[in-house]
């Protein structure tokens, strides 16, 4: 039988409130109408308040739920979010190199929306070392590409840039550094790819539904990959697609914390009126 829908995987830790982790990305890739396959690294019990537990899955049961779907599913791009240890950013690794050719999209999970920290200190150089170098894409924030580099966070476009390039020279094959940490009126991501470097530059929004934003950047971006779109092309529409899931996400009134985005705006503007 043709497989006749695009498949993504997501590799990454559960997030018991629904905004972030697998549950986002399988509603992100839903809302491209992709079709969602998972890999749990984790299981946390956290809500929009703060991560409350975590539970880890052991590495060698990671590698089988990758593995299970690899061996049947013809997936067409691979995100991965939080990794928690070195034991299972090595195991990820590995299982990488058994995929060739499928593009990769690595959000370098450190800390949660929260301040919550959801990767070991020690796995940092792990991520560095083994993770960047089989990226097709990695999308750190501001101070994960700071925490990656050894470094001060970036404090200006020009050191932005730097930082960028700077991890390029690590060995992905492009860099999407997200300014949604900085300051200022405009909130601005740097796309490095070889020598070029682009901008996307928009309103920064005072909201504080901004839970999951990082995991719903980097699913879209894997499932447009997945369905064919060019790299710049689709960061362009995952960003847009964000930034109308943070518009959204304001209106929804869920949890006393820093509440999700709304991944399923488009679905819902979509619908009749009751």
Request: hydrophobic share 50%; glycine share 10%; proline share 4%.
């Amino acid at each position: 039988m043709t497989q006749r829908i695009p498949v993504a995987l997501t590799i990454a830790g559960s997030d018991s409130s629904g905004g972030a982790g697998i549950q986002a990305d399988l509603k992100t890739f839903s809302a491209f109408g992709i079709y969602g396959a998972c890999a749990i690294t984790a299981l946390t019990a956290q809500n929009t308040l703060g991560v409350h537990g975590v539970h880890l899955v052991p590495a060698e049961f990671v590698i089988a739920q990758i593995d299970a779907v690899l061996s049947d599913l013809e997936v067409g791009a691979i995100k991965t979010g939080m990794l928690a240890n070195t034991a299972i950013v090595r195991a990820v690794a590995e299982r990488l190199d058994a995929a060739p050719g499928i593009p990769v999209v690595v959000d370098p999970v450190m800390v949660a929306t929260s301040g919550d920290n959801l990767l070991d200190a020690d796995a940092i150089a792990a991520v560095r070392t083994l993770l960047l170098p089989r990226a097709t894409l990695i999308t750190p924030n501001l101070p994960e590409a700071a925490r990656l580099l050894g470094q001060a966070e970036a404090s200006c476009d020009r050191s932005t840039v730097a930082q960028a390039q700077a991890l390029l020279a690590m060995g992905a094959q492009a860099v999407l550094l997200k300014g949604g940490h900085g300051s200022g009126n405009l909130a601005t991501d740097i796309l490095a790819v070889g020598d070029r470097i682009v901008s996307f530059t928009r309103p920064r929004l005072a909201t504080a539904a901004t839970h999951g934003t990082g995991c719903t950047l980097s699913a879209a971006i894997a499932a447009l990959l997945a369905s064919g779109v060019a790299m710049e092309a689709a960061v362009e529409r995952a960003k847009s697609f964000v930034w109308s899931a943070l518009v959204s996400g304001a209106d929804l009134g869920l949890g006393a914390g820093h509440g999700p985005v709304d991944h399923l705006h488009a679905i819902r503007r979509a619908q009749p009126p009751a």
